[in-house]
């Protein structure tokens, strides 16, 4: 992995957006004037109340040298004014903005604060790089091209979930990865906290599942081998461990919020459970003791269907949502095994009492008391498209992964979806089919050109069923990604091309637009110390 700045570097000046102008993801409807607009050393930012915090980070990003005052009338004569007004006319939606810039002024006008949060990314892209830099000031001569710029996602789920599970990434990245994620127009963190090889938050009531599920002897770090024996092959012999405390994160939480950005946890049942069994081992079918996960792929281990099990978590998500006030929690549903089981005498003499034909309505009879828990508190539950398997829970959301069938099936049976397909969205994939160069990756080939794509409203989906599909997202699973900068190497620029699948209207995506645009977005990158893979725009 070369370091990265050497390509932005490299780069032609012509290219360059339209009228020089390189914004990711591109706007809905951009016009460039004639002129510049010059900051200045002791400018003001004139804000209406709501938007105090908006116009705060917009006069940090200028180097603190302008002064921020509540109020906007005919008589303020600020150079920059930031009105929120739920009447805007012309503007739909808390997400939406006007931006425009003449010489004199610049006026930004929402809806919601969201909305000036965005209009403020916008601006901020129409700047030289260094505005991103800590030490940027407005002394260095700073010009921004007079435009007319009217914006609205075209989605309102745009997100990203990164697997903390498989390798624990600190608080300070996870909080630079909401900074990306900010400067993308992206407004969904979900946050993979519990898998087979760790469980990563604290939670009081089972003080085990950190002293005990978060803790690993070893990894496995090599491919798995035919037929996933991955049992089989050596570890490393490096104990890993980690997890947050339950003020580390409700800090995320507080962080993201700031940048309009929802966390949304995921706790994994009833499959991807071992860390939790190693510390509980009663919640898991044979009471026998196991060790937290150490290689790859889902373990057979799978937690009990008893009262106890579902007590244990009703206990733990009245925890997660003490931390997390997002309206979605996620509870996974994927890659369960189910021959524990069906070797399981309790579970059979379960399924016979409740009336259940197979395992698979086990499945789903588990995530139903899991929805209907949640429903009762207020709350949504999402999970992985296998929740479909023995019937959908009536408020569930359907997060499509294994290609876009499940979210079709969702759709059309009145659910709402998450399109992610990991055959677009995937970004554990590989970058480029010269493996040797790479990495080790998973497996598969996602190369940016296929990313930037993706349409999130499959051709198959009836046109009366595409409100149910939400959003998008992307995917970062981390079995061979153990550091920040891998990920960073992962996830950019790929993840710069899926955010315009998520923001921009379909109509308005333009492939080589944005590999020119992408050239001034990469020297951003650089000075915000992002170790992306150099693109090859050919792939």
Not at 503 to 515: A, E, L, M
Not at 523 to 532: E, N
Request: charged share 25%; with cysteine.
């Amino acid at each position: 992995m070369s370091h990265p700045s050497t390509v932005a570097n490299q780069i032609p000046t012509q290219h360059t957006g339209a009228g020089g102008v390189a914004i990711v993801p591109q706007p809905n409807r951009l016009t460039v004037k004639p002129g510049f607009f010059k900051l200045s050393s002791n400018g003001v930012i004139a804000c209406s109340a709501g938007a105090r915090d908006e116009a705060n980070f917009l006069a940090r990003a200028f180097g603190g040298q302008y002064a921020v005052t509540e109020g906007i009338d005919a008589q303020n004569n600020a150079a920059i004014r930031i009105a929120l007004d739920e009447s805007t006319p012309a503007l739909a939606g808390s997400e939406s903005y006007r931006l425009l810039v003449s010489p004199d002024r610049i006026e930004i006008e929402a809806v919601g604060r969201a909305g000036v949060f965005y209009a403020v990314q916008t601006l901020l892209q129409m700047l030289p790089a260094s505005v991103y830099s800590e030490a940027a000031t407005s002394d260095d001569e700073w010009r921004i091209p007079c435009a007319e710029i009217e914006d609205a996602p075209r989605f309102g789920w745009r997100g990203a979930m990164i697997d903390v599970g498989r390798y624990f990434m600190p608080v300070e990245f996870i909080k630079k990865f909401i900074d990306l994620l900010a400067i993308h127009k992206m407004n969904v963190l979900h946050l993979h906290l519990t898998e087979d090889q760790g469980w990563r938050l604290e939670i009081k009531k089972y003080p085990k599942l950190t002293e005990v599920g978060a803790y690993r002897k070893e990894t496995l770090t090599r491919h798995l081998g035919p037929n996933h024996g991955s049992h089989l092959l050596p570890g490393n012999g490096e104990p890993h461990s980690g997890f947050y405390t339950q003020d580390e994160a409700r800090d995320i939480v507080a962080y993201a919020a700031a940048r309009h950005i929802t966390v949304v946890p995921e706790i994994e049942l009833p499959g991807h459970a071992r860390a939790a069994i190693a510390a509980y081992p009663k919640l898991g079918c044979s009471d026998e003791p196991v060790e937290v996960g150490k290689s790859w792929g889902p373990h057979e281990d799978v937690f009990n269907p008893s009262e106890e099990t579902f007590a244990f978590f009703e206990d733990v998500l009245r925890e997660v949502m003490g931390i997390f006030p997002s309206t979605y929690i996620h509870i996974g549903g994927d890659e369960v095994i189910k021959d524990q089981w069906k070797a399981s005498e309790f579970c059979q003499q379960r399924m016979r009492e409740l009336g259940l034909k197979d395992e698979d309505e086990l499945q789903a009879y588990f995530i139903g008391r899991m929805d209907r828990f949640l429903t009762a508190q207020g709350r949504r539950l999402i999970g992985w498209d296998e929740i479909l398997e023995g019937g959908l829970a009536p408020n569930a959301t359907v997060m499509s992964w294994r290609g876009e069938s499940g979210g079709i099936a969702a759709a059309n049976a009145g659910h709402d979806v998450i399109m992610s397909p990991e055959g677009s969205t995937y970004l554990d994939y590989y970058q480029s089919q010269d493996t040797k160069n790479e990495p080790i990756a998973i497996g598969g080939y996602l190369p940016l050109s296929k990313a930037y794509a993706y349409e999130p409203i499959p051709a198959e989906l009836p046109a009366e069923s595409a409100h149910y599909v939400l959003g998008a997202q992307a995917q970062i699973w981390t079995e061979y990604i153990p550091t920040p900068r891998h990920v960073e190497y992962m996830a950019f620029p790929r993840m710069s091309a899926l955010s315009e699948a998520m923001w921009t209207q379909r109509v308005n995506k333009d492939w080589p637009g944005f590999q020119a645009r992408l050239f001034e977005h990469l020297k951003r990158l650089d000075v915000l110390d992002v170790k992306y893979r150099s693109p090859d725009l050919g792939e």
